[in-house]
């Protein structure tokens, strides 16, 4: 670790650009916290029928789906505050706005669906400022300063949905939910103000010249680059052993013994702290030790950070102690490598398209998330809880064999550098457009059979008389009757049309389709 590396944290950490994409994830996390955990606390407080209570998670569907209207907002800028800015502002706005309609409803049987309703209105407008900001992040960020601002930008959000979703509920017991809705109506005022001090980038780019260029250019922009396949298989898998294990923790908890007390303070006290302090650190060593290091070092501890919850399942009685140290050990090293993790992102996102990429890229880290939780609980219920721990060590290779195709032990710094067409002869757009067609087929045979699968294991466990049964699933799940199947439905189809883009742009990279310039990126150089 050199001089210079910790005067250039030192200059970063001061930094006001630093400063501000920190406290700005203020506002993006304060909906979050609002939408999860606090209305539907409300709804059931107030005497709300459960099954209505349980349709409110349907206001969180906007952020799994931000990606679809991202382009819009490269393409488009507002008349004030830059292409960035100006739509946060207008989204803070907008929340502002939602959270005093949000206090003036609700307390009354009659308003609930109109509380619904506001309630996606806030998700819709939280899940277009994250668009919004995290392009600001990309944009404005200098490279010594992305470190730095990750980790604090993690802890600043995680401190947000505690405050609204949890100090929140406290609050209203005393002064009631419209004084509490009213103040959070406040705070994005403040953010507002925020969002109006912060600084503009130092270099401005240009946006997309049309909203074509807006939805294909990110693809191919990003598809061009050398490994880009491998980098986007790394994105999937470097955190995947991990959140395997996460997906099932409670129940885990709960299956050996621990009680309800002891489980929140494990991971909503330990478990918060050490995620935010894992963050922190991720963030800073990063810079210090540069990102190709903090990479490896972090991935391999993630992985062996689930031998606490091994050793834990072998335990003859319940341990506390022994419990809150694993599940701290293991939030802290998710906390390390997510502030690497999220440097990584914001150094592949190119600036032109940074909303659409970054959104892009931040779905493809969170499919594994979704995908964790049903496949944990198959292979427990066969296996076994300390057996699926110790399998999940072997998981987490695939991802370190992936971050070894472009960043080799030994490289300090990851190269992401535009490649030469491998053919002279590009395709025409009858022929991209075909081979697109096959794409998003592909897709989408893949995706219905996939939650078809797991619709009939699920189908298998709880009813064992109708056994594994693929086509009834599949049936079902193409004629859907509830507003879920639909949800589901369009989930599918938005993963067939992102496939079909990217098969059309992989083939377009490679013959000589790229039609927006390199932007500079740090080379990679070996360490000392």
């Not at 488009?76 to 309609?101: D, E, H, K, N």
């Not at 922009?221 to 991990?242: N, Q």
């Not at 067409?421 to 096959?438: D, I, K, N, Y």
Request: hydrophobic share 55%.
């Amino acid at each position: 670790m050199s001089g210079g590396a910790i005067s250039n944290l030192a200059r970063a950490m001061s930094s006001w650009r630093t400063a501000a994409v920190a406290l700005l994830s203020f506002a993006s996390g304060l909906p979050l916290g609002l939408v999860w955990y606090a209305i539907p606390d409300w709804m059931r407080d107030i005497g709300v029928d459960i099954r209505i209570v349980g349709l409110f998670s349907l206001a969180q569907v906007p952020w799994a789906f931000k990606v679809l209207w991202s382009p819009l907002m490269d393409r488009y800028v507002p008349p004030f505050w830059g292409r960035r800015r100006g739509w946060m502002a207008l989204m803070q706005l907008t929340l502002a706005i939602l959270s005093l309609a949000l206090a003036g409803v609700g307390s009354h049987p009659d308003a609930i669906w109109v509380v619904g309703a506001i309630a996606l209105a806030i998700a819709l407008a939280s899940a277009s400022q994250d668009v919004a900001y995290d392009a600001y992040a990309v944009d404005v960020l200098r490279e010594d300063e992305q470190g730095p601002a990750s980790g604090a930008r993690l802890a600043f959000y995680r401190a947000a949905m505690l405050v609204s979703g949890g100090v929140s509920i406290t609050l209203a017991g005393h002064w009631g939910w419209p004084a509490v809705n009213a103040l959070l109506g406040l705070v994005y005022v403040a953010m507002l103000f925020l969002t109006w001090l912060a600084p503009e980038p130092e270099v401005k780019v240009e946006a997309p010249r049309s909203l074509r260029d807006a939805v294909w250019e990110p693809f191919l922009g990003f598809l061009a680059r050398h490994r880009a396949l491998e980098i986007l298989a790394f994105v999937f898998l470097y955190k995947f052993a991990d959140q395997l294990a996460q997906a099932l923790t409670r129940p885990f908890l709960i299956d050996m013994g621990y009680d309800s007390d002891q489980r929140g303070v494990a991971l909503s006290t330990i478990g918060m702290v050490a995620t935010i302090l894992g963050g922190l650190l991720g963030g800073v060593t990063t810079t210090l030790v540069g990102l190709g290091h903090s990479l490896w070092v972090f991935g391999v501890l993630q992985i062996f950070s689930n031998v606490g919850y091994f050793f834990l399942a072998g335990l003859a009685a319940p341990s506390i102690p022994w419990m809150y140290a694993a599940t701290g050990f293991e939030l802290f090293t998710s906390g390390l490598g997510t502030g690497a993790f999220s440097v990584l992102l914001l150094r592949m996102t190119q600036k032109r398209f940074s909303a659409t990429q970054y959104a892009l890229f931040s779905s493809l880290f969170a499919l594994p998330r979704l995908l964790a939780g049903p496949i944990s609980g198959f292979v427990v219920d066969a296996i076994g809880w300390r057996t699926f721990f110790l399998s999940t060590l072997v998981m987490g290779i695939p991802g370190l064999v992936m971050l070894a195709r472009f960043v080799p032990l030994g490289v300090k710094e990851p190269e992401f550098t535009v490649r030469e067409a491998e053919h002279g002869r590009r395709l025409s757009p009858g022929e991209l457009a075909a081979r697109g067609v096959f794409g998003a087929a592909l897709a989408g045979v893949l995706a219905v059979f996939s939650v078809a699968v797991l619709a009939a294991l699920k189908t298998m466990r709880e009813a064992p008389a109708i056994g594994f049964d693929l086509s009834r699933a599949a049936g079902e799940l193409l004629n859907p009757t509830e507003v879920t199947d639909w949800v589901q439905l369009i989930g599918i189809a938005g993963f067939t049309a992102i496939g079909g883009l990217f098969t059309a742009a992989i083939h377009a990279a490679r013959n000589g389709g790229v039609p927006t310039p390199a932007e500079p990126s740090p080379a990679a150089t070996e360490s000392p």
